[in-house]
T-cell receptor, first 110, second 110 residues
Framework: DGGITQSPKYLFRKEGQNVTLSCEQN?????MYWYRQDPGQGLRLIYY???????QKGDIAEGYSVSREKKESFPLTVTSAQKNPTAFYLCASSIGGTQYFGPGTRLLVL | GQQVMQIPQYQHVQEGEDFTTYCNSSTTLSNIQWYKQRPGGHPVFLIQ?????EVKKQKRLTFQFGEAKKNSSLHITATQTTDVGTYFCAGTAGTYKYIFGTGTRLKVLA
């Protein structure tokens, strides 16, 4: 069954803690993306990767980090430097420009 | 930097009425995409427009790409309750980086 999976569905972060959101795809797509969505808002690009071992900052990369060691995986770390991390995080992969989104992770701060 | 604006932000219609959302980019786009996000869900790809002046139809949905490739519209004829959700446009100037519009949230009253 092909697709994009994100885990966990809900994640709670304590003050000063780094947390990592998982994103895996078995669609054999080269490009992968991370977006942040705040309530009632659009999608803002955090990071994107066109190919393994390469990634670029999006519009709101501060306080986040990524890695792309495998084609299938593009994990996002929300660091303690991100002071307002509560949001819905969406991962996507792309071929021919069409983006396929995972189900998302809701991050909440305790 | 590139910006993509959508209007209106919200639209409430009676079932059976038509609906249109407009997307405007600050820069010329190489292509534009439309996505639908149901409440609590993730964006789902609807269509991609590439050519200047292009018009595409999907059943009750009509998509247009402006002659200058800086604006686009989505028109839904005779809305149904299943059309409820937020509609986003996303444009690129020719790179892997897509900028999403602010979205139009559609509510359909039965």
């Amino acid at each position: 069954d092909g697709g994009i999976t994100q885990s966990p569905k809900y994640l709670f972060r304590k003050e000063g803690q780094n947390v990592t959101l998982s994103c895996e795809q078995n669609l054999n797509h080269d490009a992968m993306y991370w977006y942040r969505q705040d309530p009632g808002q659009g999608l803002r690009l955090i990071y994107y990767s066109q190919i393994v071992n390469d990634f670029q900052k999006g519009d709101i990369a501060e306080g986040y980090s990524v890695s792309r060691e495998k084609k299938e995986s593009f994990p996002l770390t929300v660091t303690s430097a991100q002071k307002n991390p509560t949001a819905f995080y969406l991962c996507a992969s792309s071929i021919g420009g069409t983006q396929y989104f995972g189900p998302g992770t809701r991050l909440l701060v305790l | 930097g590139q910006q993509v604006m959508q209007i209106p932000q919200y639209q409430h219609v009676q079932e059976g009425e038509d609906f249109t959302t407009y997307c405007n980019s600050s820069t010329t786009l190489s292509n534009i995409q439309w996505y639908k996000q149901r409440p609590g869900g993730h964006p789902v790809f609807l269509i991609q427009l590439v050519k200047s002046g292009e018009v595409k139809k999907q059943k009750r949905l009509t998509f247009q790409f402006g002659e200058a490739k800086k604006n686009s519209s989505l028109h839904i004829t005779a809305t149904q309750t299943t059309d409820v959700g937020t509609y986003f446009c996303a444009g690129t100037a020719g790179t892997y980086k897509y900028i999403f519009g602010t979205g139009t949230r559609l509510k359909v009253l039965a």
